[in-house]
C-alpha cells in the first residue's frame, strides 16, 4: 500500500513537472495555445469561439467573432468566420493584447442576434445525363449508387437527367451547360446528335466526361475520359461460353434499344466467338418494362429460328428470356446481373451472366467530378481552354472493365458446397425456419 501511495504521487509530480515543462517550452518560443469553442443553439445554428491560454496555464475569456454563426443547412463547403486577433505569450505587455482578444458581450448566456450573413455561394453545378427508361433495371441501379456516393463525398450539386430519347439528351446537356455547369457526364448511344452539345459543353470550360456506350467516339466530343464496359470483349466472352455449353443451333442477341452503339458492339463480339449463326433480335422500343411482352417476343423468336441459345443484354431480361425458353432445350446467358442469379444459375435456368458495371460506373463518374470540385489547378486549366475546339485541346483516356463471366464455375471456385447453401436457404424461405444453419459448416 505505502509503495503504490508514493508510486501515485510519483506519477502525478512527473505530471505536473510535464505541464510547468510546457507551458516554459511555450513561453520561451513565443508560441500562443488556443482553442476552439462550438456551441449548438436550439435552432440547429452552431455558434463558434475561441479561447487563448494564458502564462498560468488558464484558459481565458471566450473571443466571439462578428460572424460565427453556422446555419443548419451549411453542408459540404467551408465557411470561415470574421478574423479575431491573437498575441503570443512572449509579448508579456499588457497594453499589446489587442481588444478585439479580449472584448467579449457581457452575457454569454443570452448572446445578442447575429449580425446578417452572407448569402452562401452556390456549390458548382454537376450534371449526369444518360439515355435510361425509368423502369431500366441497369439504370435503376447506376442511379441509386450515384446518388449514395455523391451524398458519401459531400457533391452536393447534383443532377441526373434520365432521357431515353437522344434529343431530349442533347437538350437536357444543352441545358446544363446555358445554366455553368462545372462538370457533365454523358453516355453516347449516339454520336450525331450528341456531338455538338458536348463539344459545346466542353468549350464552354466543363469537364466533360463520357460513359457507358460509345467509348470510339469520347474523343471527337472532348471527353476527357471514357467510362464503360468492354462491350464487344463481353460480348467475345458470351459466345465462348455458349460454344463450352454446346449450344445447338443459333443464339439470338436480344437488342432492347436499337439504336444504342455498345449493344451493337456485345452482339458484334459474339459473331466473333461463337461458332454458330447469331441472329440479332430487336425489341419493340419501351419494351423493356413489359416481362410479358418481353417474353412474348423473344419466345416468338426462339420459335422462328430455332435459337439454341438466348443472350439477353439488360438485367431486366432474365427473367422474361428464362420465361420464353420454357421447358425447351435452349440457353440462356446474359449481360447485366441479378442479385439472386445464384439460385438461377443453381436451378439450372441461366448459363451466365456477366456484370455489365451498373455500379462501378457511378462510382467513377462521381470521382472523377470530386477530382474537379477539388481541385483549383484543374479548374484552371479548364478554364484557360474555353472557347477551344474540343478536339484541338483534349486527350481522352478510354477506361473499360474487363468482362466478369459469373456462372457455375465461377460459385465453384468462391464457395464450396455453394449449391447446397442456396437449396437450404430456399427450403428455409419458404417453410418459414431460420436459414442460419444454412451456413454452419458440414461435419
Known sequence: MFHNRWRLISFALLGVIGIMAGAVFAMSHGDAEVRINTFRHDDGRVEVGLQQRGDDGEWGERSLPQYRFLPPDAVGEWRNSSPISVVTEHA????????DVMSEPEAMSDPPAPEPIAEPVESPLYCVVHHGHD?????????????????????????????PDVADQA?????????????I?????????????????RSSGAFVLTFNSGAEFASRVGSAVHLGLDDRAAGERAGERFNAADAAGP????????ANRGLDDRCDGLEA????????INLTEGILGDADASEGEISAAIAEHQAGAVLVLNAGLIRPGIAAVGDGDALVGSIGR????????????????????DVTQGAQVVQSFVMIDQSPFTRGLLSLTVGANPVNVNTTSVLLLVPSVIDKAYFDGVVPGWEDIIRCVTDATASGTDPSPCFEPGD
Not at 437538350?171 to 462538370?183: E, H, K, Q, T
Open 92 to 99: 508579456h505587455d499588457d497594453d499589446a493584447m489587442s481588444d
Open 273 to 280: 466467338t461463337y461458332e454458330g449463326e447469331v441472329e440479332r
Open 185 to 201: 457526364a454523358s453516355t453516347l448511344p449516339s454520336i450525331d446528335m450528341l456531338e455538338g452539345p458536348l463539344s459545346e459543353a
Open 338 to 357: 441479378l442479385l439472386d442469379a445464384p439460385q438461377l444459375i443453381a436451378d439450372g435456368d441461366l448459363l451466365f451472366q456477366i456484370d455489365d458495371g
Open 135 to 163: 423502369d431500366d433495371l441497369f439504370w435503376l441501379t447506376f442511379d441509386r449508387y450515384l446518388v449514395a456516393t455523391a451524398n458519401d463525398v459531400g457533391l452536393t450539386n447534383l443532377e441526373i437527367h434520365s432521357e
Open 171 to 183: 437538350a437536357a446537356i444543352s441545358d446544363c451547360v446555358d445554366r455553368g455547369a462545372l462538370g
Open 251 to 258: 443464339v439470338l442477341c436480344i437488342v432492347h434499344e436499337s
